[in-house]
């Protein structure tokens, strides 16, 4: 029921910059956290970072935290994943997901939607 939709990956040199938006859609909801998990080839899908519905509180993997900041917009239902200093191990497909409770946790089995994904390449 509902959609996201990831923009803003591709292909970016080692120390850079890219910001990343995650768009909700297709149902009208006001309250929910949002987050953003990776997986590269070959690696099981791991958290990145989270926000609550508030947008007050956050949630980061210990790789990207200093480096990536997660911001939510409420009025747009759109997530933000701003990520400098990349590195190469930082290549993944980057999914974004809804949580209806509202809570940032780090539980992949608490999200209830899903992204397509969108590629970050990281070179050296």
């Known amino acids: 029921q509902v959609q996201l939709v990831e923009s803003g990956g591709g292909l970016v040199q080692a120390g850079g910059s890219l910001r990343l938006s995650c768009a909700a859609s297709g149902r009208t909801f006001s309250r929910y956290a949002m987050a953003w998990f990776r997986q590269a080839p070959g690696k099981e899908r791991e958290f990145v970072a989270a926000i609550s519905w508030s947008g007050s509180s956050t949630r980061y993997a210990d790789s990207v935290k200093g480096r990536f900041t997660i911001a939510i917009d409420n009025a747009k239902t759109t997530a933000y994943l701003q990520m400098n200093r990349l590195k190469p191990e930082d290549t993944a497909v980057y999914l974004c997901?809804?949580?209806?409770?509202?809570?940032?946790?780090?539980?992949?089995?608490?999200?209830?939607?899903w992204g397509q994904g969108t590629q970050v390449t990281v070179s050296s």
């Open positions: 997901a809804v949580d209806l409770s509202g809570y940032y946790t780090s539980v992949q089995g608490e999200y209830d939607y």
